[in-house]
T-cell receptor
Framework: DGGITQSPKYLFRKEGQNVTLSCEQN?????MYWYRQDPGQGLRLIYY???????QKGDIAEGYSVSREKKESFPLTVTSAQKNPTAFYLC?????????????FGAGSRLTVL | KQEVTQIPAALSVPEGENLVLNCSFT??????LQWFRQDPGKGLTSLLL?????REQTSGRLNASLDKSSGRSTLYIAASQPGDSATYLC???????????FGTGTSLTVIP
């Protein structure tokens, strides 16, 4: 079955450490996204990529970095510069299909800073 | 910038009741609108997508409508069940660019 795989599902980090969240899709979607979700808040866009080797900052990119070396993969690194990284992180991808821009999500990764 | 609002933030109904969830957006120049469901600690699952040229879409007990001129969409759930308890989010795609704008969601609880 096609879909988006995020790993790990749960991740614990000590302050000052960088961590990388994996996102892999086999949907052949061109665009990929990273969102952050905090309790009581909506989804906030961190980074997005429309094609391989190209990506753009979203609304809250500070303290995060990404790469897009392959169409299928869009890993997110949470750096030590991110002051409040504890959150639920969602990866998504999209494709133009039959006149609609369809967005699909992974199951999410929960990051906790100890 | 597009702003998307969902009211109410939380809703509690008895099982079997029909209900309507609301989504409002400020810029009517949209490409499509998508409704999602999110269970606690899970990702978002797509429920319905309405293209800008459409007025409504149906899937089972769910019906979503779109009125671009007034900047509103509604998600109608018929004969609600406890399994419908979740947070429902709407996302708007503008005509330009490849971004999505989300509402903050409505948390639905269906009481057995």
């Amino acid at each position: 079955d096609g879909g988006i795989t995020q790993s790990p599902k749960y991740l614990f980090r000590k302050e000052g450490q960088n961590v990388t969240l994996s996102c892999e899709q086999n949907l052949n979607h061109d665009a990929m996204y990273w969102y952050r979700q905090d309790p009581g808040q909506g989804l906030r866009l961190i980074y997005y990529s429309q094609i391989v080797n190209d990506f753009q900052k979203g609304d809250i990119a500070e303290g995060y970095s990404v790469s897009r070396e392959k169409k299928e993969s869009f890993p997110l690194t949470v750096t030590s510069a991110q002051k409040n990284p504890t959150a639920f992180y969602l990866c998504a991808s999209s494709i133009m299909h039959s006149g609609a821009n369809v967005l699909t999500f992974g199951a999410g990764s929960r990051l906790t800073v100890l | 910038k597009q702003e998307v609002t969902q009211i109410p933030a939380a809703l509690s109904v008895p099982e079997g009741e029909n209900l309507v969830l609301n989504c409002s957006f400020t810029d009517s120049a949209i490409y499509n609108l998508q409704w999602f469901r999110q269970d606690p600690g899970k990702g978002l699952t797509s429920l319905l997508l309405i293209q800008s040229s459409q007025r409504e879409q149906t899937s089972g007990r769910l019906n979503a409508s779109l009125d671009k001129s007034s900047g509103r969409s509604t998600l109608y759930i018929a004969a609600s069940q406890p399994g419908d308890s979740a947070t429902y989010l709407c996302a708007v795609t503008p005509n330009t660019g490849n971004q999505f704008y989300f509402g903050t969601g409505t948390s639905l609880t269906v009481i057995p």
